[in-house]
T-cell receptor, first 115, second 114 residues
Framework: AQKVTQAQTEISVVEKEDVTLDCVYE???????LFWYKQPPSGELVFLIR??????QNEISGRYSWNFQKSTSSFNFTITASQVVDSAVYFC????????????FGKGTRLHILP | DGGITQSPKYLFRKEGQNVTLSCEQN?????MYWYRQDPGQGLRLIYY???????QKGDIAEGYSVSREKKESFPLTVTSAQKNPTAFYLC?????????????FGPGTRLTVT
């Protein structure tokens, strides 16, 4: 069965600090995809990244970076030099290939960036 | 601008009434999805459709119904059989073939039933 665990329910950091959001997943498939989404206070989910299970290279996009480690079934997300606009709920998600493209979401981590 | 629209943003209904939530997309995506989000919870899949005139139940389909008569539209009806309908409802769409691809979300509808 597939499962996504985001153990950090809520995190608060002071602006300009770095922060890492943890994501641990469970799957029996060898082919799967991982995602991160951001949900600002407006409510609409914003897609951040999609990564397949065969690509373990870390990715950096501006202040955002992602660390994918199959050995520990983790796909962690780091925000460098955090800003108040980064305050949101962040969801990690998993989708197994050949499962009608269904995505299973974690429960999310609420991130507060304090000015 | 391409995107997904959901209307209305806020909806209030009396218990025992059916209510239909609108979802329209102009991204030319084949697949569409409905999720429910409760406070402090992740998203739970209600229904999804990968092609016109076809849809499948998600994890919490009881008390809900959908239709997919047009590629662009995927309305969700919350029936009186849904025991706890008050929630935030999100619609999403994605490219279907060769996926799974990322889903793009609408702004959501917050439904309150009293």
């Amino acid at each position: 069965a597939q499962k996504v665990t985001q153990a950090q329910t809520e995190i608060s950091v002071v602006e300009k600090e770095d922060v890492t959001l943890d994501c641990v997943y469970e799957t029996r498939d060898t082919t799967y995809y991982l995602f991160w989404y951001k949900q600002p206070p407006s409510g609409e989910l914003v897609f951040l990244i999609r990564r397949n299970s065969f690509d373990e290279q870390n990715e950096i996009s501006g202040r955002y970076s992602w660390n994918f480690q199959k050995s520990t079934s983790s796909f962690n997300f780091t925000i460098t030099a955090s800003q108040v606009v980064d305050s949101a709920v962040y969801f990690c998600a998993l989708s197994e290939a050949n499962r009608d493209d269904k995505i299973i979401f974690g429960k999310g981590t609420r991130l507060h960036i304090l000015p | 601008d391409g995107g997904i629209t959901q209307s209305p943003k806020y909806l209030f209904r009396k218990e025992g009434q059916n209510v239909t939530l609108s979802c329209e997309q102009n991204l030319n995506h084949d697949a569409m999805y409905w999720y429910r989000q409760d406070p402090g919870q992740g998203l739970r899949l209600i229904y999804y459709s990968q092609i016109v005139n076809d849809f499948q139940k998600g994890d919490i389909a009881e008390g809900y119904s959908v239709s997919r008569e047009k590629k662009e539209s995927f309305p969700l009806t919350v029936t009186s059989a849904q025991k706890n309908p008050t929630a935030f409802y999100l619609c999403a769409s994605s490219i279907s073939s060769g996926g799974p691809y990322e889903q793009y979300f609408g702004p959501g509808t917050r439904l309150t039933v009293t």
